[in-house]
């Protein structure tokens, strides 16, 4: 089982926002920055969102991230059927000294 | 353009070795860390190890230590994750990452294709 928890599976309908959470520990996400993949059907991961909550170059501000205590989640409003995906959370994780992910979070759009 | 480009897949049998590559362009690759990630059929992602090119440093999970060896050719721009012996369970899956790190802030900033590799009898 992974360090980090994500629900399995989250699903809403266009154009709604749907949130997705991410639990650890005082060693991963209490003490560092949490970041955000996704992975779309057949794909490599891409990274989402980096440092709790910044968006790369390219990433929609439909996606944002947020972090409180040793807890991370990521919310997407406006949400499109291009939104399909596995998301991970991800965080340093400082008794393994290496980065921690969540199981991954399937969401799927009705 | 920042780009990680993997070998292909393969198939081997269990018992054999292999060695698969991650080809760096468009960066300086001594200058940031690589690091590689496992992704079973199905399942999640795993980090395995990573390693600094510019210098060697090379770091792994405890889960992966004496599993498998992380190298690289700076020279050449490449990265490489071997196996010595493989087995039905490291059938994946297997990502390398470039790994942005600076002071207490880090994370995968560009990705490889994947190498699928099949260990099959």
């Known amino acids: 089982q992974s360090v980090l928890t994500q629900p399995p599976s989250a699903s809403g309908t266009p154009g709604q926002r749907v949130t997705i959470s991410c639990s650890g520990s005082?060693?991963?996400?209490?003490?560092?920055?949490v970041n955000w993949y996704q992975q779309l059907p057949g794909t490599a991961p891409k990274l989402l969102i980096y440092s709790n909550n910044q968006r790369p170059s390219g990433v929609p501000d439909r996606f944002s991230g947020s972090k409180s205590g040793t807890s991370a989640s990521l919310a997407i409003s406006g949400l499109q059927s291009d939104d399909e995906a596995d998301y991970y959370c991800?965080?340093?994780?400082?008794?393994?000294?290496?980065?921690?992910f969540g199981g991954g979070t399937k969401l799927t759009v009705l | 353009e920042v780009q990680l480009v993997q070998s292909g897949a393969e198939v081997k049998k269990p018992g054999e070795s292999l060695k698969i590559s991650c080809k760096g362009s468009g960066y300086s690759f001594s200058n940031y860390w690589i690091a590689w990630v496992r992704q079973m059929p199905g399942k999640g992602l795993e980090w395995m190890g990573i390693m600094y090119p510019g210098d060697s440093d090379t770091r792994y999970s405890p889960s992966f230590q004496g599993q498998v060896t992380i190298s690289a050719d700076k020279s050449i721009s490449a990265a490489y994750l071997q196996w010595s012996s493989l087995k039905a369970s490291d059938t994946a899956m297997y990502y390398c990452?470039?790994?942005?790190?600076?002071?207490?802030?880090?994370?995968?900033?560009?990705w490889g294709q994947g190498s699928l590799v099949t260990v099959s009898s």
């Open positions: 990452a470039r790994r942005v790190q600076m002071g207490t802030i880090g994370y995968f900033d560009f």
């Open positions: 991800a965080a340093w994780d400082d008794s393994l000294n290496g980065p921690v």
């Open positions: 005082s060693s991963n996400i209490g003490s560092n920055t």
